[in-house]
């Protein structure tokens, strides 16, 4: 990868001057800024919104084959966001988006925060997100690779929490416009944490999160990625979009690079920031509420397929927080303990272990 050439200095976008009067109910709450934004960058015209939505939604009949599940303006809005207002681009997103749900129906199955699967792995920092947003408005979230244990934690289930903590992200529109930042900290994970890696479940998620969700990813910073993860980047590349594959960024152990493109008043200390260090039980209270080990019912309002319901005892040991793994960049690397159960993999590992 060549070097990584700064984001111009954020510069305040002039307040939008339209006419109030044309800001439908689907704009509402969003800031002056936000809507000049997409009006600049995603091409949304208030004045024909609703002849856009209806236009996708006209293409719905063309795909018989795919049970459209929801059809509402604001659902349909977002992937016109997602794919800056190109009807076609928008419904095929759409139509990709019910499709991967209609052929990985074991994933959506109890798909809400107190699935036993996707609360482990919420509990573990699966996935990460910070509370503030950078200086683009964009939403940054944070994967700690080596906390993956494997004989606690599936790749599937980890996958569920990520594609579930975008579902309940997605809801807010500035994020729909502004978007999102991934850091994925590679730190201490170990060449056997990675021989599980399989071409099956990478190919899974390259297809929930590149090809069926609209979500605007305005970049994936790798930080000390080992040889190793190079080697499997390599390998899944051809399988990338070019457009991601321009905002796939890797560092090593090179901070100053990452701050070139997040400022570090917006990261916490591990990544060189100015914010303390990521409390990894952060996003798991927001989803499950700051009692999420009480056996009270909690109910998310604003993503109504969460519903937070009794769990048994041993659940609850079950889902008990480990230790976990900070970075190397501000702790001194340590090595994980893992029982090695596997996850039950029929296809052969990208790297096979001596």
Not at 20 to 35: D, K, N, R, V
Request: proline letters at 6%.
């Amino acid at each position: 990868m060549g070097p990584v050439s700064p984001l111009p200095k954020y510069q305040k976008l002039s307040p939008w001057k339209g006419d109030l009067a044309t800001m439908t109910h689907l704009q509402a709450g969003l800031s002056p800024e936000t809507i000049e934004k997409a009006r600049l960058e995603l091409n949304e015209n208030p004045d024909v919104l609703h002849q856009d939505i209806q236009q996708v939604r006209d293409m719905i009949i063309t795909r018989p084959d795919i049970g459209f599940l929801r059809t509402d303006d604001a659902f349909i809005l977002r992937f016109l966001r997602a794919r800056k207002f190109h009807q076609t681009d928008a419904f095929r997103l759409l139509a990709q988006y019910f499709q991967y749900r209609q052929l990985n129906l074991d994933m959506f199955k109890n798909f809400k925060a107190d699935d036993p699967g996707i609360k482990r792995a919420l509990i573990d920092g699966f996935p990460g997100v910070l509370e503030n947003r950078d200086h683009y408005g964009r939403k940054i979230l944070l994967l700690f690779a080596a906390n993956w244990d494997q004989s606690r934690n599936s790749f599937t289930d980890i996958l569920r929490a990520i594609l579930l903590s975008l579902e309940v992200l997605i809801e807010d529109p500035e994020l729909q416009i502004n978007g999102f930042i991934l850091i994925i900290d590679w730190s201490n994970f170990s060449f056997k944490q990675a021989s599980k890696l399989t071409p099956s479940i990478l190919k899974l998620a390259i297809e929930g999160l590149q090809d069926s969700f609209p979500a605007r990813f305005g970049g994936v910073h790798f930080v000390n990625q080992p040889w190793y993860i190079h080697a499997l980047y390599t390998l899944i590349k051809p399988f990338l979009k070019d457009k991601t594959r321009k905002r796939i960024f890797l560092h090593g152990n090179n901070l100053n690079s990452l701050h070139q493109l997040i400022h570090p008043e917006f990261l916490p200390s591990e990544f060189g920031g100015t914010l303390p260090p990521y409390d990894m039980g952060t996003w798991a209270r927001t989803l499950l509420g700051p009692d999420y080990s009480d056996e009270n019912d909690y109910t998310h309002t604003s993503y109504n397929a969460m519903h937070v319901k009794h769990t048994s005892s041993n659940l609850e040991r079950e889902c008990s927080p480990k230790p976990m793994k900070r970075s190397q960049s501000v702790v001194e690397a340590g090595t994980l303990k893992h029982e090695d159960k596997g996850e039950n993999e029929n296809t052969q590992p990208l790297l096979a272990l001596d």
